[in-house]
């Protein structure tokens, strides 16, 4: 959430930045909000500063006592209804303020849709094969590993089945994830709840702005979209002591989505699932330190790929193509030569303060120190369904197999995959 201070003091950059984004945010009510609010609270402090000389004077002036009594009834009936009205104006208010975006870096590009992104790096080389590449989901059919059918059987479209070498494929690449960035990367690992009460979805921007893109039950929780949700609200509505930053989680879930807006897009295989796997990283960090630790992040993500041996670059998205909370965000695209083109694979975004405002996590840098927001962070690390999809079509061979990356080995016991 944005300071309501920045959008009073510094409107015009703040609409030339929303522009940027392409973002229509409701500016002009929000300012004549703030400016009607501050002026209940003024005609209030004045009514508050009355009632106070009319509470002195009735113990001075015995013969008027009638009068005042009715003149401190009259004025507190005025305040108890302008209390009402700022409090209706704040509800007003902080619901607005919860449905403008952050404010993009100063580093973003500036355009007006994805193809405006900019590869700012490439690592591998692509695989060439002799024969035409076939995508994830006919190889791992074909190996017996992947029952997209039973899966729609059970649950209807956009599920996923693996059976025998695919779920432990699937197993294998979540404990070499988590091992990895635990073991080298300092992270903590954490295992959190997959239902999150409301403000939880609201303390990192999912809510109230995209209501219709999760699940949920009915008793009000929510089926988490990420881990990204659960971990940084681990510290809502606290103050971190002096020392505590950085903190690094990284938190394996199952993640769910409606896929609300995406009809007709990636309805084959594994891409564009409702029900998927995904290993995030998770930092708080002190406000200067924050774009270091992004690059950090976004390194600890590369790292899984070029383990695997997977082609992958990165690219910077632009002020069209941000979420709504990040101010800075790096996509890592993997390449998928059965569908010949680049797959995002994960997103690591630098929310500054965006995300802490909303959900109150500060720190201090000494005991004596005011109370500051932190910066969070998070990153996928990856999304485990994908990398499993780019495995499949970046190791496959002529005669229908899989060769398996020499870093999952340990994990899953067998160099290649092949038909039963």
Known sequence: ????????????????????????????EILALDERRRAVIARNEALKQQRNEVSRLIGREKERLAELRE?????????????????????????????????????????????????????????????????????????????????AKISGSRFVLLRGLGAALERALITFMLDLHIREHGYLEVWPPYLVERKAMVGTGQLPKFEGDFYQTQDGLSLIPTAEVPVTNLHREEILEPGRLPI??????????????????????????????????????????????LEALTRDAEAVLERLGL????????????????????????????QDRYLEISSCSNFEAFQARRARIQFRRTAESRAEYVHTLNGSGLAVGRTFAAILENYQQADGSVVVPEALHPYLGCERICAA
């Open 1 to 28: 959430m944005l300071p309501l201070a920045v959008l009073r003091e510094q409107t015009e950059m703040v609409r030339e930045m929303l522009r940027r984004r392409g973002t229509a945010a409701p500016l002009d």
């Open 71 to 151: 003149e401190m009834r009259r004025v507190s009936e005025q305040i108890k209804a302008l209390d009402d009205e700022q409090r209706a104006i704040e509800v007003q208010l902080e619901d607005l303020l919860l449905r403008v975006p952050n404010i993009p870096h100063a580093s973003v590009p500036i355009g007006s849709s994805a193809d405006e992104n900019v590869v700012v790096a490439q690592w591998g080389e692509r695989p060439h094969f002799p024969f035409a590449p076939k995508p994830h989901w006919e190889i791992g059919e074909a190996l017996g590993i992947l029952d997209l059918a039973r899966a």
């Open 248 to 293: 690094r989680y990284v938190a394996y879930t199952p993640c769910f989505r409606t896929e609300a807006g995406a009809a007709g897009r990636d309805t084959r295989g594994l891409t564009r699932v409702h029900q998927f796997d995904k290993v995030e990283l998770v930092k708080f960090t002190e406000p200067e330190t924050s774009y270091e630790e």
């Open 311 to 338: 082609p992958y670059r990165r690219v910077l998205l632009c002020t069209a193509d941000l979420g709504f909370a990040a101010a800075k965000t790096y996509d890592l695209e993997v390449w998928m030569p059965g």
